[in-house]
Nanobody, 117 residues
Protein backbone atom coordinates (compact mmCIF):
# COMPACT_ATOMS: atom_id res chain seq x y z
CA UNK A 1 0.00 0.00 0.00
CA UNK A 2 0.97 3.59 -0.63
CA UNK A 3 -0.10 6.68 1.27
CA UNK A 4 0.04 9.95 -0.64
CA UNK A 5 -0.10 13.47 0.79
CA UNK A 6 -0.25 16.50 -1.52
CA UNK A 7 0.80 20.02 -0.61
CA UNK A 8 1.57 23.34 -2.26
CA UNK A 9 -1.82 24.39 -3.53
CA UNK A 10 -3.20 27.88 -3.05
CA UNK A 11 -4.40 31.05 -4.69
CA UNK A 12 -2.31 32.61 -7.43
CA UNK A 13 -2.88 35.23 -10.11
CA UNK A 14 -2.95 34.33 -13.76
CA UNK A 15 0.58 34.12 -15.12
CA UNK A 16 1.96 33.05 -11.77
CA UNK A 17 3.58 29.83 -10.62
CA UNK A 18 3.07 27.15 -8.01
CA UNK A 19 4.89 23.95 -7.15
CA UNK A 20 2.91 21.01 -5.88
CA UNK A 21 4.50 18.22 -3.89
CA UNK A 22 3.30 14.70 -3.18
CA UNK A 23 4.98 12.75 -0.42
CA UNK A 24 4.61 8.99 -0.58
CA UNK A 25 5.04 6.42 2.15
CA UNK A 26 4.38 2.78 2.76
CA UNK A 27 5.97 1.08 -0.20
CA UNK A 28 8.88 1.13 -2.60
CA UNK A 29 8.35 4.52 -4.19
CA UNK A 30 10.89 4.13 -6.97
CA UNK A 31 8.98 1.38 -8.77
CA UNK A 32 5.74 3.32 -9.07
CA UNK A 33 4.54 5.37 -11.98
CA UNK A 34 3.46 8.64 -10.41
CA UNK A 35 0.95 11.07 -11.77
CA UNK A 36 -0.94 14.28 -11.22
CA UNK A 37 -4.60 14.54 -12.10
CA UNK A 38 -7.04 17.40 -11.60
CA UNK A 39 -10.74 17.89 -11.25
CA UNK A 40 -12.40 21.22 -11.85
CA UNK A 41 -15.88 21.99 -10.48
CA UNK A 42 -18.52 20.19 -12.48
CA UNK A 43 -15.97 18.32 -14.59
CA UNK A 44 -14.46 14.86 -14.65
CA UNK A 45 -11.03 14.14 -13.25
CA UNK A 46 -8.40 14.42 -15.97
CA UNK A 47 -4.78 13.51 -16.42
CA UNK A 48 -2.26 16.31 -16.04
CA UNK A 49 1.09 14.52 -16.15
CA UNK A 50 2.76 11.23 -15.36
CA UNK A 51 6.33 10.10 -14.71
CA UNK A 52 7.54 6.51 -14.82
CA UNK A 53 10.10 4.81 -12.63
CA UNK A 54 12.58 5.56 -15.40
CA UNK A 55 11.56 9.25 -15.39
CA UNK A 56 9.80 9.13 -18.73
CA UNK A 57 7.14 11.85 -18.71
CA UNK A 58 3.79 12.40 -20.34
CA UNK A 59 1.66 15.55 -20.33
CA UNK A 60 -1.83 16.60 -21.23
CA UNK A 61 -1.82 18.87 -24.27
CA UNK A 62 -3.33 21.69 -22.24
CA UNK A 63 -0.29 21.90 -19.91
CA UNK A 64 2.59 21.07 -22.26
CA UNK A 65 5.30 23.70 -22.08
CA UNK A 66 3.90 25.16 -18.85
CA UNK A 67 3.98 22.30 -16.32
CA UNK A 68 6.87 20.02 -15.39
CA UNK A 69 6.60 16.78 -13.44
CA UNK A 70 9.63 15.42 -11.62
CA UNK A 71 10.44 12.94 -8.91
CA UNK A 72 13.02 12.54 -6.16
CA UNK A 73 13.20 8.87 -5.23
CA UNK A 74 15.49 9.62 -2.28
CA UNK A 75 12.74 11.77 -0.77
CA UNK A 76 9.80 9.61 -1.96
CA UNK A 77 8.33 12.74 -3.49
CA UNK A 78 6.91 13.77 -6.84
CA UNK A 79 6.56 17.40 -7.87
CA UNK A 80 4.52 19.39 -10.31
CA UNK A 81 5.98 22.75 -11.26
CA UNK A 82 3.23 24.89 -12.75
CA UNK A 83 4.16 28.06 -14.62
CA UNK A 84 2.12 30.54 -16.64
CA UNK A 85 -0.99 29.52 -14.79
CA UNK A 86 -4.38 30.24 -16.31
CA UNK A 87 -7.81 30.53 -14.69
CA UNK A 88 -8.77 27.28 -16.44
CA UNK A 89 -6.08 25.50 -14.41
CA UNK A 90 -8.23 26.02 -11.33
CA UNK A 91 -8.99 22.59 -9.87
CA UNK A 92 -8.28 20.16 -7.10
CA UNK A 93 -5.02 18.43 -7.98
CA UNK A 94 -4.61 14.81 -7.00
CA UNK A 95 -1.49 12.70 -6.75
CA UNK A 96 -1.66 9.15 -8.11
CA UNK A 97 0.61 6.13 -7.79
CA UNK A 98 0.43 2.78 -9.52
CA UNK A 99 2.65 -0.11 -10.53
CA UNK A 100 2.49 -0.40 -14.30
CA UNK A 101 0.97 -1.63 -16.43
CA UNK A 102 -2.29 -2.25 -14.58
CA UNK A 103 -1.60 -2.07 -10.86
CA UNK A 104 -4.16 -0.78 -8.42
CA UNK A 105 -4.06 3.04 -8.33
CA UNK A 106 -3.58 4.93 -5.11
CA UNK A 107 -4.81 8.49 -4.63
CA UNK A 108 -4.09 11.36 -2.32
CA UNK A 109 -6.82 13.59 -0.93
CA UNK A 110 -5.97 16.47 -3.23
CA UNK A 111 -4.83 20.06 -2.98
CA UNK A 112 -6.79 23.03 -4.30
CA UNK A 113 -5.26 25.35 -6.87
CA UNK A 114 -7.14 28.54 -7.63
CA UNK A 115 -5.97 30.86 -10.40
CA UNK A 116 -7.55 34.30 -10.43
CA UNK A 117 -7.85 36.40 -13.58
Amino acid sequence: QVQLVESGGGLVQAGGSLRLSCAASGSIFSIYTMGWYRQAPGKQRELVATITSGSRTNYAESVKGRFTISRDNAKNTVYLQMNSLKPEDTAVYYCNARIPPAGMPYWGKGTLVTVSS
